[in-house]
Each structure stands twice: as structure tokens, then as C-alpha cells.
């Protein structure tokens, strides 16, 4: 009789070997010297560069490696592991890039004189500030955010809980994903437009600015609504309409507390696309230099629009001037974080708890 210990065969070192953390290390180390020497022999110091060409190597390397001491198998996921980790860091060379350079040259006028001066009465060898562009920014977003919220939230509502297969659901999600994708001009276009026929030509306000954001806003309030309300299980209407409760108070209190967190996430996302739009507002609110809180007459400013401004028609100390463009990006750089940490408390504060 055979005995059962000597019937099953020996492993091959290929399959039981495993490459180790520091082999891992070393072929990551080696690549990226490789890749150092041959980018400075032939191409010129690129940190973008480098990446490429060091991600090719390691790639190339670790599958050849793992093949012959792993197998396969382990072979195909490490490469496919550095193929995914390599696609990650070239989405974050840009954004990180980004956020330095805003952070780096928008430091320089970061100062009170920035937040409590306008541009109002600033002379041609003077900076002035952007506390106008900041006041005009909050108001015109959010009266943007008061028209659009409710609007978005409840023909989310309506597709999820009313609107099932009917005609007009279909007809709504058709122009949702429409204007989801309609160009930020065509926005301030219809929104100049509609106010032209009613106040007649040249009427540049806040609340033209307003409306014009709130057209870009609302499909992406629509949609991300209707989303996260589709997520909530339909075991909890159910179980409220069981216990006799109508639709309507289901839905305040069972469906939208469960989606909570969802859409806060979905609006501050919305809010955060439009608070940096720059083409919609420079034909509907003007360009004022001075503070207007009053959003149904006179000219605004905002972030976006003076920092183009700043950008485009620097004074005569033009470096300071690019400097006050790049603060105003941080600055709003700044109040889209601070958006998004209010929705994180919102979803931590409002949301079920599920646990005991």
C-alpha cells in the first residue's frame, strides 16, 4: 500500500518560491535608478519622465522575476498590480502639481490687506485686494444652492419614489443627462437671455449669475439624489408602510435620513463645480471692482472672475498681480475644503446609526 505521505508530489521551487518585501524593494529601487540613468543620458532631467520610464522597467522586471521564482499566476497580478499603481500615480503627478503650485505662489498674498481691501479706487501701481470677489462668490452661490437644491433633491425624490417607468420620468432623466453635459457658457447665455426679455438689455446681476450656476447645478444635484436614493434598501419602506405610516413620511423620515450622507456628499460635489466657474459669470454679473451685497442690482464680482481678471489685464507690477490670481484660486481652493469637511460631518452626524 502507497503511502500517502510519498503520493503527493513535491512542490517546484517556481511555485512555492514568494518574492519577499525587500526583493519587491530592490526591483523598485533598481528601476528607478535605471530609469534615472537613462532619461539624464538621453532625454533631459523629467520627474514625469522618470515615472514612465521607471514604471516600464519595473513592470517589465517584476513580471520576469516573479515568473521564474512565483509562477504565472503571481507573475500576471503583479503586473497587473504595477500596471493599476502606475495608472494611480500619473492621475496624481497633475493633481499634486496643482495643489503645490496654487499652494506656492498663492502664499505670497495671502495677507489681511488680500480679505478686508476691494479693488475699488486701487490706483495703477497699487494691488488692491479680493474681499469683493469673496462676498460675491458666497452670495451668488448661494443663492445658486437655494434655487437649485430644493429642485435637484426633489426630482430626485420624484424619479425613485413617484415617477417609476412613466413617461415623464423618462422625459426628465433624458434632460438631466443633457444639461449635465451642456457647456458653462450656454448656461450663462440662457440665463442672460431670460433676464434680457424681462428687464430688457444690459442687466448684469448677481442673480443672473446665480441663475446661470444654478442651470449647471441642478442635473448633477438631480442625478447624484437619485442615486443614492435608489441605494436605500426597499425592505425599510416596507417595513414603514407596514406599520401604517404614508409615503410622503416615509420618505422624510426613513428614505432621506438613511440617504443622508450620499447627498450631502452629492450637493457639496455640485456646489464645488459651479463655486469655480468663470465663463457663465463673466457675461452675466459684469465685472465690478467695488463690494455689492445687494444681488439683485448692480455688477458682482467673484473669485473666478478676478483672478482672470488679474491674469488677464495685470497693472504695472504684473508679478504681483499674478500673484493676487494665484491667491484667489487658493482661497477658493480653500472654501471647496472646507465644503467638503462639513458634508464628511454631516454624513458622520446625521447619518443612521447602525450600531448598538
Not at 488680500?114 to 475699488?120: A, D, G, I, N
Not at 452675466?284 to 448692480?298: I, Q
Not at 478676478?306 to 504681483?320: E, H, K, T, V
Request: net charge positive; proline share 4%; hydrophobic share 55%.
Amino acid at each position: 500500500m502507497t503511502d500517502p505521505a510519498q503520493a503527493v508530489p513535491e512542490a517546484s521551487p517556481n511555485q512555492s518560491g514568494r518574492l519577499g518585501r525587500n526583493a519587491r524593494l530592490g526591483i523598485l529601487v533598481g528601476s528607478a535608478v535605471v530609469a534615472l540613468a537613462i532619461q539624464l543620458l538621453l532625454f533631459g532631467w523629467s520627474i514625469l519622465g522618470l515615472l514612465f520610464i521607471a514604471a516600464f522597467i519595473y513592470c517589465v522586471a517584476i513580471y520576469v522575476v516573479s515568473r521564474a521564482v512565483e509562477g504565472h499566476r503571481h507573475a500576471m497580478d503583479r503586473l497587473v498590480t504595477g500596471i493599476v499603481t502606475t495608472a494611480f500615480l500619473i492621475a496624481m503627478v497633475p493633481l499634486v502639481s496643482v495643489t503645490v503650485t496654487i499652494v506656492d505662489r498663492g502664499l505670497a498674498r495671502f495677507d489681511a490687506e488680500f480679505f478686508t481691501y476691494s479693488m475699488q479706487g486701487v490706483g495703477a501701481g497699487e494691488v488692491g485686494g479680493a474681499y469683493h470677489a469673496i462676498i460675491g462668490t458666497l452670495i451668488v452661490t448661494g443663492l445658486a444652492s437655494l434655487i437649485s437644491i430644493p429642485i435637484g433633491l426633489f426630482a430626485g425624490i420624484y424619479l425613485v419614489e413617484y415617477g417609476g417607468k412613466s413617461r415623464v420620468a423618462r422625459w426628465l432623466t433624458f434632460f438631466v443627462d443633457v444639461m449635465t453635459g451642456i457647456p458653462s457658457i450656454v448656461a450663462g447665455l440662457f440665463a442672460i437671455s431670460l433676464f434680457t426679455l424681462i428687464f430688457g438689455p444690459a442687466y448684469q446681476s448677481g442673480i443672473v449669475g446665480a441663475v446661470a450656476l444654478s442651470v449647471l447645478m441642478i442635473p448633477t444635484v438631480v442625478r447624484s439624489s437619485e442615486e443614492m436614493l435608489r441605494l436605500v434598501p426597499n425592505e425599510l419602506r416596507e417595513a414603514s408602510y407596514a406599520l401604517g405610516v404614508p409615503k410622503w413620511l416615509t420618505i422624510v423620515k426613513v428614505v432621506i435620513p438613511t440617504a443622508i450622507a450620499g447627498l450631502a456628499t452629492g450637493v457639496t460635489l455640485a456646489i464645488a463645480r459651479v463655486m469655480g466657474e468663470t465663463a457663465p459669470l463673466l457675461i452675466t454679473m459684469g465685472a465690478a471692482r467695488g463690494t455689492n451685497f445687494n444681488p439683485f442690482e448692480g455688477s458682482m464680482a467673484a473669485l473666478p472672475l478676478f483672478a482672470y481678471q488679474q491674469y488677464a489685464s495685470p497693472g504695472l507690477d504684473r508679478q504681483a498681480s499674478l500673484d493676487t490670481a494665484f491667491t484667489a484660486a487658493l482661497v477658493l481652493m480653500i472654501i471647496v475644503m472646507i465644503l467638503n469637511v462639513l458634508a464628511r460631518l454631516i454624513s458622520k452626524f446625521f447619518a443612521p446609526k447602525t450600531g448598538r
